[in-house]
């Protein structure tokens, strides 16, 4: 990646454990239902193009009170409709005309019944694109400082009327939108939040205090809305939002999204196509991106930003473009992953742990580069491959430089590696590494559960993409998760878990293998032991069938074997069910539908056999003379569905098509050995046939 121009660092907010002190990808993040305080918040208008605006309040509406302190703009939407409305305390506050009832209603604020138009003391309306050049303040500007600076009111394309003011603060530290809107205005983060979720000891009434994701830290009666209210700024707090949010996978902690420097790969950066080739040689070196400041030293806002595709194919196209040319099982799996990879942000690469694969890159000091050598990489990969990653030292740091640079021009970075790259990069160890000659890349499929869109399947796609051009896999296939018998999902803590090992003890490792294929794993399923029992009964009707079988041929031989064209019409029939049956599982496995090879596999053992086929023919069997060309048909027929079936039954029922196959050869080569059987061909009237068959039943039943 750093060879090839695909990895930049620069400062951008990214997700942000303060529990365990790293940035966190996507992957990482899962997101719980929670309940928090959702404030409104009034920002004085003290510069206006329009005169009734000075000495309004601009109202915004947020659920991070935390963030209020480093506020350092208001954005509108250019096309929303805003009004500018008296209360009954003389009080003008500016919102979306759509919104403002319900403000008003969650502020408890009352407005003079006057019409004009709205129904309120309306003091002036008309759209967000009015607004340009308002100038507000924060309500701590007396605090002087950071707090008494101006906030700009800028126009926003992502500013909606679904909730809040239609009003949106923006903190460029705390979010991808104000970061943006920031950014384009000139508007730099102040990095006032550490890594710990506290603020920093000179930030403000604040500093030194948190974490931020502390509940009592942002409640209606913590530190920072005690201090609004006190300021006058504070119009509405309440803790009763429900709403969606970002948790740690692993702490279970709220995340929050922090600006800090890190190592990224550009999602949307033209990518030289031959940088992209499968070769294993690898792509050729590009200079490096570059940085600012070292790693103690924020660099400045946007340095290492990469410029938008100005013509060139990016990484986001070719990943769009290889989730087009994949296979996927099921297919929504193809628009998941692909809506996720569509609106992704940069990748960011860097954790700050103290363990880990590292970022093995040196910085210059003075120009912020860093070194794109092929001769230093090639050491510190040998290095690493002899000794692993704690290789990667600062007591070696100056063998790797070598004789052409001086180790204390340079900066060692210390970050390491999202895990995900590591996971994402297993297609190359695996299948290029020489350690396995008989696999090549490409692999044929990749699979896991549902979640690894986010993950793995994810990782890997843009890790092969950015390197080789194209998906590491020709197949993706998720599965579901298993839940218990009532479809609640399995917890230590209620007590419904199962134990793999205790099912296969009571039931055996067959039907829990049945019981797998069986259902449709591509959505959640249900395991329990009266499930299992159902499944149970389902293997001893397929058990009864192989032992009718070993029965039905004992003794036979090829001299007994009769040519298809000599044998009665059912028996032909029976041969080309079964020729039927071939295809129907042939395609299952293609199709990787295996709930279908199952049902299609003990459906023709139950009905078309042990209900039909043996019913008919049992008396020949036992009763007619050896010679007799029926019964030798009949066997001959039986000892093909016999090849056939066992073969057909040893991917699901492992074990008893051993016992079975060693059963009739003793001695013989596993059956797991042999090749899917070769059925006759042969093509029977099957209308006619149903016809028969619904004849029979009715008579059956009649008597």
Known sequence: FAESGQLYRGAKPVMWSPVEKTALAEAEVEYEDIVSTQIDVGFEIVESPIAELVGAHAVIWTTTPWTIPVNQALAYGPDVSYAAIRSTDGKTLLVAAELAEAFFKRAGIETPAIDHGYGWDLVWSGKGSDLAGTICRHPMHALGGFFAKPRPMLPGDFVTTDSGTGLVHMAPD?????????????????????????????????????????????????????????????????????????????????????????????????????????????????????????????????????????????LRDIALQAIADTRFVPEKGRNRIGAMVEGRPDWVLSRQRAWGVPITLFVDRKSGQYLNDPEVNARIVAA?????????????????????????????????????????????????????????????????????????????????????????????????????????????????????????????????????LSVDFTEDHRIGKEILQGVADQYRKLRNTYRYLLGALEGFSEDERLPVAEMPELEQYMLGLLGKLDATLRQAVDDFDYNTYVRALTDFCNEDLSAFFFDIRKDSLYCDAPTDLKRRAYRTVLDTLFHALVRYGAPVLVFTAEEVWASRYPGAESVHLLEWPEVPAVIVDEARWTELRALRQTVNEAI
């Open 174 to 314: 705390h979010g991808e939108d104000d970061f943006a809107l920031c950014k384009a205005h000139g508007i730099e983060p102040v990095f006032a939040v550490l890594g710990d979720g506290k603020y920093r000891e000179d930030w403000g009434w604040l500093g030194g205090q948190g974490s931020v994701i502390n509940p009592k830290f942002n409640a209606p009666d913590g530190p920072i809305c005690s201090d609004l209210r006190e300021a006058g700024g504070l119009l509405a707090a309440s803790a009763d939002y429900k709403h969606s949010y970002p948790h740690s996978w692993r702490s279970k902690a709220k995340v929050i999204y922090r600006c800090t420097p890190q190592w990224f790969v550009p999602m949307d950066r033209a990518i030289d196509p031959s940088t992209t080739s499968p070769a294993a040689g690898g792509p050729p070196p590009r200079s490096g991106e570059v940085l600012d400041g070292t790693a103690q030293t924020p660099p400045r806002n946007g340095e290492g930003d990469q410029p938008q595709a100005g013509g060139g194919v990016t």
């Open 384 to 516: 690493v491959m002899a000794g692993g990653v704690d290789a990667w030292d600062e007591e070696h740091a100056q063998e790797y430089l070598g004789d052409k640079y001086k180790l204390d021009d340079y900066e060692r970075v210390t970050d390491i590696l999202d895990v995900w790259f590591d996971s994402g990069s297993t297609h190359a160890f695996v299948l290029e590494s020489g350690r396995w000659p008989d696999l090549q890349w490409p692999a044929n499929l990749y699979l896991e559960g549902s979640d690894q869109h986010r993950g793995w399947f994810q990782s890997s796609l843009l890790e092969s993409c950015a390197t080789r051009g194209r998906a590491p896999y020709d197949a993706v296939l998720t599965h579901g998760f298993t839940m218990d018998q009532k479809g609640m999902k399995m917890s230590k803590s209620l007590g419904n878990t199962i134990s793999p090992i205790d099912l296969m003890r009571d039931y055996g490792a067959d039907i829990l293998r049945l019981w797998a």
